[in-house]
Each structure stands twice: as structure tokens, then as C-alpha cells.
């Protein structure tokens, strides 16, 4: 089983930044090859940020490429979003999420979340 545990949300004003962290807690017996941030704002679904695989290249939405950046340690304990120059738009509950397989940015591909950290963004 993944154990998942956001921190680093707040509230910026635009064009500010914040840096998420999702500590990372795994049984030894279990896989883990794909991680990701999803958001939920009010009244909407939740939604893919970014994703990093075990090996290869992160994934960004269209929304945050370029302002966002998704990376871990080099144990995997930790993983973390570098949100800069944010925007209203970005207010939102974060979700620290892990699967086994990488599937893209789903919804349903990932089988662990964490409880969500807020970030609001005021213009």
C-alpha cells in the first residue's frame, strides 16, 4: 500500500509562487511507477497537473506548462510541484496521487491519493 501526505499550500496573490510537497510512505512489497498532482476546484471534477514516471519524462496539462514544474528525491520519498507565476485560475484543493502502471494524466489510472492541500490565488 502508498501512504500519501500533501503540505505547501496557501494564499498568493497572482503571479506569486508556491511550492507543494507530497511526502510518500510505501510498502516494500508494493509498486510504485507513476506519480501525479491532480486539483479539484469548486463545483468542478478533478483534474490531471502533471506526471512523473519511475523513468522518462514528465507530463504537464496544457493549463500549467511552462509555469509548473513536477519532479521527486532521489529516494522517491518525496515529490513536489513548483507552481509559479500563478493565477486565479489555479485556486484549487491539490491532490498528491501514485499508481502502479503509468496510464497518463487520469483520472482512474491511479489507485492512491492523498487528502489535498488548498491553494488560493486572489487577484
Known amino acids: 500500500q502508498v501512504q500519501l501526505q500533501e503540505s505547501g499550500g496557501g494564499s498568493v496573490q497572482t503571479g506569486g509562487s508556491l511550492r507543494l510537497s507530497c511526502a510518500v510512505s510505501?510498502?516494500?512489497?508494493?509498486?510504485?511507477?507513476?506519480m501525479a498532482w491532480f486539483r479539484q476546484a469548486p463545483g468542478k471534477g478533478r483534474e490531471g497537473v502533471a506526471l512523473?514516471?519511475?523513468?522518462?519524462?514528465?507530463t504537464y496539462a496544457d493549463a500549467v506548462r511552462g509555469r509548473f514544474t513536477i519532479s521527486q528525491d532521489n529516494t522517491r520519498s518525496n515529490m513536489y510541484l513548483q507552481m509559479n507565476n500563478l493565477k486565479p485560475d489555479d485556486t484549487a484543493m491539490y491532490y498528491c496521487?501514485?499508481?502502479?502502471?503509468?496510464?497518463?494524466?487520469?483520472?482512474?489510472?491511479?489507485?492512491?491519493w492523498g487528502l489535498g492541500t488548498q491553494v488560493t490565488v486572489s487577484s
Open positions: 496521487a501514485a499508481s502502479r502502471y503509468c496510464a497518463g494524466l487520469e483520472l482512474a489510472a491511479f489507485e492512491w
Open positions: 510505501v510498502d516494500p512489497n508494493t509498486q510504485r511507477n507513476c
Open positions: 512523473i514516471p519511475r523513468a522518462g519524462s514528465p
